[in-house]
């Protein structure tokens, strides 16, 4: 292998997507490749490989790149900033990100409350909202999930209030990730009862310093912040901020959701993962033995490989399929479950693969381990931090749980 | 042909699945348990269906398809539990006989019925060295050793022998030919099985279809082709099991309701549900694999050990969601378990394939590493 093919994603045969692909799509890939290879600062793209979030500025600073590129949003239609891309550009983009460490494009924006206002917004909102989605001005977090309402979302009781000019929000969110990096929130409240708890729930878009709104942290499991709680007291939305019609807000939630479903199997980023495993099982022993020659690891490594293909596989499959088939139904959940069970397998790996390095934490514990071992210092206390947060996979979107009750439905129950 | 043009099967594609899925419906259970491991009737109506063809030229009466179409079949087999040997004759042998370059009366047997081949140490089980070694001889070349499973059987009329060693070759020899001993049993699925056992068999030049890399390609291409079918008689196996044990746990009441109704049977379907998506894709993947690359080894690999995982996992769960009845031999879902057992065996089991793979990732650290110290 020469040189410089190393230092890049590698083409070699079990990156099997590229045999699946036609010529046009390879070529398609290498513009991508291409780009990210500037757009993605060395800095920023060492700190992802070892397993540390992007900060703001640097997720700010990429999407000023794709801005000026026209690629923050590739699924929304052409006229409201869209790429035009097939289905399959799309997947190979989305693949390229995170195997050439990108930072995240914050989903809230351009894979949640977008398609929602250009589906379903009035004019004005389309025009206020979508630009700024896409040059990255607006930050956006999301107010569904409620202290009591979790998996079972339609029993929210934040409450909206018809005022005549505006309406009156009280109540809380949680979960609400980046809350304290947003400019602007979407969420669903309650404003009119209904036979159903689906019923008389609306969805509304509201400026984050409107008077009234109140930011709590909440330090996640791997010690961090990027969870909040967020309680409106007395909040006017103005009638402005209503998205299409009032009590219909479920079925826009539904219609997000299902977006949401199909854009989390993070495949690229799992494929740089096992390089990065592959980096690790060089400097890292069990004893006397380097990793690299640990039968276990390697069949574990090798079984999550043949995992990850299987999802690629099952991904296309999806993409390539009419929205009637009976696997449409289904496909999303099985992503869903599958990839949080990938993602969280590598994660394990990579702390199993740590040894006794993976109990510490913080800059003291990485400062310490300095001279003790041959892998660089970012290894131990990114991928901890990666191990922690990633639980949430499983959790976030619907539970594993909440996904094979909707399979269950769909293949087991008979259809009366 | 491009990955996405073969996920969209063409209306010939779809012809040949319900006229597969027609004819295998017609098979009984009870016919199933009559036929004890082959049934004449049977093979004689898959020939007239054009199943022994799928992969055969015009000119011997095939239908001069690839891979993919030999795969759907596979996958009606599988899903009705067939028990004759199908890929190992119609896919197994005739691939590589065709690679052979064998002449056309040859292949016009096998395809209309009357001849049906066993390979010999090639194929079933895939990714094995061959047993069989071959020496010069002065009538010949002498095969030497012992292929403890074949799927041979009293309908068995030709065995196609490959052979390493000094003089690599592909050999056909009449079932029943004095000095090759073959040993029969039954596999657990019930199929014909058999040890072969060469000791010192002069085998002249008139039998010897392929030498050289001749004869390594045509075994090579063969066994492609067949992780493929097999892969494909592995998911329409899953399939079935899982849709035994759907309608068992909608009929089957306790405590008063469904056992359909329990969150912790629901959620344990719903994972070999999941099983079984993965194990199609792997099997979509391994179809276009074996017709289109030139090496498809890798990818192949990869697929077995897939779908060796998927096929465990959903045999044992949905022998579990039977209960107590999932033990006996009356219900058809312990001969679907017991079937998918045989699958991994063929496939050269999950911790067989995962080895190749182990190897290679352990190859590719180590030329990283190097790399990365020479710069």
């Known amino acids: ?416 | 042909m491009s990955f996405l043009d073969h996920l969209t099967p063409s209306d010939e594609a779809e012809m040949i699945r319900d006229s597969a899925t027609r004819f295998t419906g017609a098979v009984s259970e009870a016919a199933l348990r009559q036929s004890d491991g082959f049934d004449a009737d049977r093979w004689v109506g898959m020939a007239d269906l054009g199943w022994h063809g799928i992969l055969a030229d015009d000119a011997a009466g095939g239908l001069g398809l690839g891979a993919a179409e030999a795969a759907i079949l596979a996958y009606a087999a599988g899903h009705a539990r067939l028990p004759e040997p199908f890929v190992a004759s119609s896919v197994t042998a005739l691939t590589a006989l065709r690679a052979a370059g064998v002449g056309i009366d040859v292949l016009a047997g096998l395809v209309a019925g009357s001849r049906i081949f066993a390979p010999v140490g090639f194929g079933l089980p895939v990714g094995l060295a061959t047993p069989v070694s071959a020496a010069p001889d002065k009538d010949g070349a002498s095969l030497c050793g012992t292929v403890p499973l074949c799927e041979v059987g009293p309908h068995t009329t030709d065995l196609l022998i490959f052979a390493d060693g000094p003089e690599p070759m592909l050999a056909r020899l009449p079932s029943g030919t004095d000095g090759i001993a073959i040993t029969p049993y039954r596999g657990i699925d019930g199929r014909h099985l058999g040890k072969v056992h060469l000791d010192g068999y002069t085998v002249g030049d008139e039998a010897i279809l392929a030498r050289g890399a001749a004869a390594r390609n045509a075994v090579a291409k063969a066994e492609a082709v067949t992780v493929a079918a097999l892969c494909a008689d592995a998911v329409g196996t899953i399939d079935k099991a899982l849709a035994l044990t759907r309608t068992y746990l909608n009929e089957r009441q306790q405590f008063g309701r469904p056992l359909a109704s329990f969150q912790a049977l629901r959620h344990r379907f719903a994972d070999i549900g999941v099983e079984a998506e993965l194990a199609r894709s792997m099997a979509e993947m391994a179809s276009f694999a074996a017709q289109t690359l030139a090496d498809p080894t890798p990818l192949l690999d990869r697929a077995r050990a897939r779908i060796c995982r998927a096929a465990q996992t959903v045999g044992q769960a949905t022998i579990q969601l039977h209960g107590g009845m999932g033990m006996t031999d009356e219900m058809a879902i312990g001969h679907y378990f017991r079937r998918l057992i045989c699958l991994q065996a063929l496939l050269g089991q999950e911790a067989g394939s995962l080895r190749l793979r182990s190897a290679a990732l352990a190859a590719e650290i180590d030329a990283e590493a190097r790399l990365e110290a020479a710069q």
């Open chain 1, 1 to 416: 292998m020469k040189d410089s093919e190393c230092r890049q994603p590698r083409d070699d045969v079990w990156d099997h997507i590229d045999l699946l692909l036609d010529d046009s799509l390879r070529a398609f890939r290498g513009e991508v490749r291409q780009f990210l290879r500037t757009a993605v600062p060395d800095e920023t793209r060492a700190r992802l490989d070892m397993g540390y979030s992007a900060t703001k500025s640097e997720v700010v600073a990429f999407l000023k790149k794709l801005s000026a590129k026209g690629w923050v949003a590739p699924a929304w239609p052409v006229e409201y900033g869209g790429t035009g891309w097939s289905q399959l550009q799309r997947f190979v983009y989305t693949i390229e990100l995170g195997n050439n460490a990108a930072p995240s494009v914050p989903p809230f924006g351009t894979a949640m409350v977008g398609p929602v206002l250009y589906t379903f917004g009035n004019q004005d909102q389309k025009n206020l909202y979508l630009p700024r989605i896409l040059s990255g001005e607006d930050f956006w977090c999301q107010g569904f999930s409620e202290p009591g309402s979790g998996s079972d979302l339609a029993s929210l009781k934040t409450r909206a209030e018809d005022r005549g000019d505006h309406y009156l929000l009280n109540g809380q969110k949680i979960w609400t990730s980046k809350a304290h990096y947003a400019d602007r929130i979407f969420l669903l409240a309650r404003t009119g009862e209904g036979a159903r708890k689906q019923e008389g729930i609306s969805f509304f878009v509201l400026d984050m310093d409107t008077p009234g709104i109140e930011i709590k942290p909440i330090i996640s499991i791997d010690m961090s912040h990027s969870l909040n709680e967020v309680f409106f007291t007395d909040v006017k939305i103005p009638k402005s901020g209503l998205v299409g019609e009032a009590g219909k807000g479920w079925s826009y939630a539904k219609f997000l959701l299902g977006n949401e479903r199909t854009g989390i199997t993070n495949i690229g980023r799992c494929r740089r993962q096992i390089a990065r495993l592959k980096r690790i099982a060089r400097a890292s022993h069990i004893g006397d033995t380097p990793l690299c020659a640990d039968q276990a690891f390697l069949r574990d490594l090798a079984r999550i490989e043949a995992d990850l293909t299987a999802l690629e596989i099952t991904e296309i499959r999806l993409l390539s399929t009419g929205r009637d088939s009976a696997f449409a139904s289904v496909g999303p959940s099985v992503l869903k479950l599958k990839s949080a069970e990938i993602q969280q397998a590598l994660a394990e790996l990579m702390v199993s693969a740590l040894g006794p390095f993976a109990a510490g934490r913080g800059p003291q514990f990485v400062e310490a381990m300095e001279d003790v071992s041959d892998l660089p210092q970012g290894f131990f206390d990114g991928a901890l931090a990666e191990y922690l947060f990633g639980r949430a996979t499983s959790i976030y979107g619907g539970t594993n749980e909440i996904q094979r009750e909707i399979l269950a439905k769909a293949t087991l129950d008979t259809l009366q």
